[in-house]
T-cell receptor, first 115, second 109 residues
Framework: EAGVTQSPTHLIKTRGQQATLRCSPI?????VYWYQQALGLGLQFLLW???????NRGNFPPRFSGRQFPNYSSELNVNALELEDSALYLC??????????????FGPGTRLLVL | KQEVTQIPAALSVPEGENLVLNCSFT??????LQWFRQDPGKGLTSLLL?????REQTSGRLNASLDKSSGRSTLYIAASQPGDSATYLC????????FGAGTRLFVKA
């Protein structure tokens, strides 16, 4: 069974540009989570989607947004990129986000570099 | 606001030693607590998930305990091996999943 996949593996952008990151959950999983792991910082919760709806978001500005498609895959969009957006972006999926009691399985991440 | 702390930040042990990693959290109203390992530059691998109603979970050489009342969890690794070298993260599950900063473990052969 395929795990969580993310694309691209690496992404290089310049300040002010937009970045789009993609995530495909494990088959049968309806919840997708996005996290940012900046150098020297811990994992920071970004967004949680379940059944196509945004359920919660972390303390990030509105230029971080996303969506979940009918097939449960997800996109993370970062507009007006800033240098400090450079980080490893990790996506995770779980069977359901109901009451947050399911194990989260992580993808390999997309490393975003903003120049 | 939930805060998660992991102690120690780094740990170096000889192969074969048993060790304990600690995780503490400030808000006991959690859904679950999950332990992960992260290898350099890689994603996270789930190790154990403890539901809020459980006290411990075991998988092979790993045992994780949860004491919600005191806001603590421990990950016990028995008979450590060089392949256990990684960063270990605990994550407290609620409406948001909050991660600790991790413990970087190095097991010397």
């Amino acid at each position: 069974e395929a795990g969580v996949t993310q694309s691209p593996t690496h992404l290089i952008k310049t300040r002010g540009q937009q970045a789009t990151l993609r995530c495909s959950p494990i088959s049968g999983h309806t919840s997708v989570y996005w996290y940012q792991q900046a150098l020297g910082l811990g994992l920071q919760f970004l967004l949680w989607y379940d059944e196509g709806e945004e359920r919660n978001r972390g303390n990030f500005p509105p230029r971080f947004s996303g969506r979940q498609f009918p097939n449960y895959s997800s996109e993370l969009n970062v507009n007006a990129l800033e240098l400090e957006d450079s980080a490893l972006y990790l996506c995770a999926s779980s069977l359901t986000g109901s009451r947050g009691q399911e194990t989260q399985y992580f993808g390999p991440g997309t490393r975003l570099l903003v120049l | 606001k939930q805060e998660v702390t992991q102690i120690p930040a780094a740990l170096s042990v000889p192969e074969g030693e048993n060790l304990v990693l600690n995780c503490s959290f400030t808000d006991s109203a959690i859904y679950n607590l999950q332990w992960f390992r992260q290898d350099p530059g890689k994603g996270l691998t789930s190790l154990l998930l403890i539901q809020s109603s459980q006290r411990e979970q075991t998988s092979g050489r790993l045992n994780a305990s949860l004491d919600k009342s005191s806001g603590r969890s421990t990950l016990y690794i028995a008979a450590s091996q060089p392949g256990d070298s990684a960063t270990y993260l605990c994550a407290v599950g609620g409406f948001k999943t909050i991660f600790g900063a991790g413990t970087r473990l190095f097991v010397k052969a």
